[in-house]
């Protein structure tokens, strides 16, 4: 049988609400989000601070120079993600440089704005907006994120020419959460974003992110927390998102090149199912189960039926 295991260290220093990270990151920000699908974290190299000193205000600054895939076991250089062919997932990029600025007037509004370059490959620009409010016996909310990106430096992946907006509203009540959203894709090319990361976007599903060319996407969402019935862990959620109005041009795939040569558009949903439970006490507590069922169709890739259990323990030091 193989061995398959991973270390990663990270120095860390702290000064009243600022934080530095030197070493093995695996941030979660709107532009460089770590993959979490797989038995291990994506980790990246390289160094974060993050200030809180100024109230109300949270300030990020970050540089990566590598990064270890979820499925890998050594530290390798950055590429973009390949997005069915859109861009060359080849070409690599030694650096990416970071910034963002979160800042929360109100308690329960959030405004964000955030800047990244992969030196070389593309420039990405990141607003977001967050609020949530009481509203009858239960909680509404919505949340916007907007992201465009550009060719950079010595542009090594060609053309980058992307406006990306996904939107999110819902109401929760007595553990039951209701929520969708719509999702366009604009700009000549596809949603841009770092090799093996998540997209950050509301789309994103296990096995289709519903962010190529021109791409429309509607999503809708359903959760429950079986706390609400005296069954604190266990948590429930079922996905749909259906996705129109791609452009096959910028898909290589052989049903890419078909539907583009017939002059249609490229359509594709998918349905995620989403089990989880984290034992609450005795020797396993902070264990955690999760199964998770996804079904796509699309009519420019191969369709796909698939379950994962995931076992999960963290340890906080």
């Given amino acids: ?21 030197v070493g093995g990151l695996s941030p979660q920000l709107p532009l460089l989000a770590s993959n979490y699908s797989r038995l291990f974290p994506q980790w990246f ?10 109230d109300r205000f949270t300030f990020t600054l970050l540089e990566v120079d590598a990064t270890k895939l979820r499925d890998s076991t050594d530290f390798e250089d950055l590429t973009a993600m390949a997005q069915q062919g859109a861009y060359s997932a080849t070409v690599t990029s030694d650096r990416l440089y970071y910034a963002g600025v979160d800042y929360q007037p109100l308690k329960n509004l959030t405004l964000s704005v955030h800047t990244s370059q992969l030196e070389d490959l593309f420039q990405r620009n990141f607003a977001g907006f ?5 509203m009858g016996p239960g909680e509404a909310f919505t ?6 990106a550009r060719e950079a430096g010595r542009e090594l992946l060609g053309k980058v020419d992307n406006r990306t907006l996904s939107t999110n509203v ?13 999702q366009k894709v604009s700009g000549d090319t596809a949603y841009a974003y770092v090799g093996g990361t ?24 359903y959760d429950f927390d079986f706390a609400a019935l005296g069954v604190p862990g266990l948590t429930f959620n079922l996905r749909y998102v259906k996705g129109d109005q791609v452009d096959p041009q910028r898909i290589s795939s052989v ?16 349905r995620t199912t989403d089990l989880s439970y984290i034992v609450q006490s ?29 076992v999960g323990y963290t340890l906080a030091f």
């Fill in 282 to 310: 005795g020797p396993l507590r902070n264990v955690s189960l999760r199964w998770r069922n996804a079904t796509m169709r699309s009519n420019f890739a191969d369709a796909a039926d698939e379950n994962r259990l995931i």
């Fill in 1 to 21: 049988m193989d061995d398959y295991s991973k270390a990663v260290g990270a120095f860390k220093a702290r000064l009243s609400e600022t934080e530095l990270r």
């Fill in 130 to 134: 967050k609020y949530k409010t009481a």
């Fill in 170 to 182: 819902g109401y929760s009540i007595q553990g039951h959460t209701f929520s969708g959203g719509y």
């Fill in 255 to 270: 049903k890419g090149r078909a539907l583009d040569a017939a002059g249609g558009e490229g359509e594709e949903w998918e």
């Fill in 198 to 221: 998540d997209t950050y976007l509301f789309s994103e599903q296990q096995i289709s992110t519903f962010a190529l060319a021109n791409e429309r996407a509607w999503m809708m969402r």
């Fill in 143 to 148: 949340e916007w994120r907007y992201f465009s």
């Fill in 45 to 54: 190299n390289g160094a974060q601070l993050v200030s809180k000193d100024l």
